[in-house]
């Protein structure tokens, strides 16, 4: 046999039974919390045409896409971002319809790293997204949103990031860099290169202000104050908007009652080139990744000939996962309430037994396996089943809780109202 076939591909893996249970458990109660703001799931495919998430959408990378042919010969892409697939989904169904749109997703998605650094190629995300509001109400609830869906993991330490595409657009507007220009100073700013920021700079020549702005940038990150900072730095409009609206949504975010999680970072500068607006990101200590990613996108629905303002986010459930994990944070999951086993003879009864219990809402595993009483108990100990009925007879069973091995008898028609 050939052992690398019993090996995941490199950037894949595996998810075990508990983290399983786990990763349901969080999904379940992510996805429950934006229904209850008004956000109505939907599900898009899995793959989609190339020109989807090409490059000049501001997507994603040609390179780092995972991509293939149909038998047509048109070039497909598993999607990396659910953004343009919803974005693709509103021009088809929804084009000539001006209400807002709330609309919420849960689905995996796959990028083909460059360099691998330990990354995962596919990922579950869960996310909103809020078309047809420009204002700042809606980003204020989309990050407020965000907040809460960490917390209803049981999350708790963590900040959101707030940054805004236009401030940097707004200075690389008035330093006069062309496309090529913009995107290696916006690089060295993601990265937080100070030396290699300020050596490009001083090879061009730039006004002084516009010149300590862009240097300042990497710098500009901290708690509301920052951008009184941002404001002193530049006379450039489209930044000084940018920073306006940052200060709106900051007291939109007070109003929910969220502030504490909020940081701002002038130096956010998205590699998703969508991004028109507010952006953000969501950390925690002992992940190197950010668990939540956003932010407004006011013109990628245009790409699709459906002129609306939008914004959204995704929370990374697999890092978010990680985190509690290594948080040693409890996530309540549901459990296997009752084990049932039986003689041979009685499987009627226990089968019935099983079904009345299951109707109740209990979770019931049937023994099946022929196992001793011995031997189940431990078994049920094993999985961390609650309690274990025995039938003995037609009417007797022996109920056994499996924490601390207490045992009780009762009759049958005790346990089951009606009867079976």
Do not use: W
């Amino acid at each position: 046999m050939n052992k690398q076939l019993l090996h995941t591909v490199e950037g894949l893996r595996d998810i075990h039974v508990t983290d399983t249970i786990k990763k349901n458990a969080i999904e379940a109660n992510i996805l429950g919390l934006f229904n209850h703001y008004g956000y109505e799931q939907i599900q898009t495919p899995t793959f989609e045409y190339y020109d989807i998430y090409h490059y000049e959408r501001g997507t994603a990378d040609g390179k780092n896409l995972y991509k293939f042919f149909n038998r047509e010969g048109e070039i497909l892409a598993l999607r990396p971002d659910v953004t343009p697939s919803i974005a693709r989904y509103m021009a088809t169904f929804y084009n000539h319809k001006n209400d807002p749109m709330r609309f919420c997703y849960l689905g995996n998605v796959f990028y083909n790293n460059e360099n691998y650094q330990g990354k995962l190629r596919e990922y579950t995300q869960a996310g909103v997204e809020c078309i047809g509001l420009g204002n700042a109400e809606a980003d204020g609830e989309s990050i407020a949103l965000a907040v809460n869906a960490l917390r209803s993991s049981g999350l708790k330490e963590f900040q959101i990031d707030i940054g805004h595409a236009g401030f940097f657009k707004g200075l690389a507007q008035e330093a006069g860099f062309d496309e090529e220009m913009e995107e290696e100073v916006r690089k060295m700013i993601d990265e937080k290169n100070y030396i290699g920021l300020e050596e490009l700079l001083d090879d061009l020549q730039l006004e002084e202000k516009t010149k300590k702005a862009l240097i300042a940038l990497p710098t500009l990150f901290g708690d509301v104050d920052v951008l009184k900072n941002a404001m002193a730095l530049t006379n450039n409009e489209i930044a000084l908007e940018a920073v306006n609206r940052m200060k709106e949504v900051y007291e939109i975010l007070t109003e929910y009652k969220v502030s504490q999680y909020i940081s701002f970072d002038l130096g956010m500068v998205s590699k998703l080139n969508y991004y028109t607006g507010i952006i953000f990101k969501g950390y925690t200590y002992d992940v190197g990744d950010s668990v939540v990613d956003g932010g407004r996108y006011d013109k990628l629905l245009d790409t699709f000939s459906y002129d609306a303002p939008a914004v959204g986010f995704a929370v990374k459930i697999d890092e978010l996962l990680n985190a509690l994990t290594r948080q040693k944070i409890e996530i309540e999951v549901p459990r296997v309430n009752t084990l049932i086993i039986y003689n041979k003879e009685y499987r009627k009864t226990a089968i019935q037994l099983a079904e009345s219990l299951r109707r109740q809402g209990m979770t019931v595993e049937l023994g099946i396996n022929g196992k001793t009483v011995e031997e189940s108990v431990a078994y049920g100990k094993d999985k961390h089943i609650g309690g274990m009925m025995y039938l003995k007879d037609e009417d007797t069973v022996v109920l056994t809780n499996l924490a601390n091995g207490d045992e009780q008898v009762a009759k049958l028609s005790d346990i089951v109202e009606g009867g079976l």
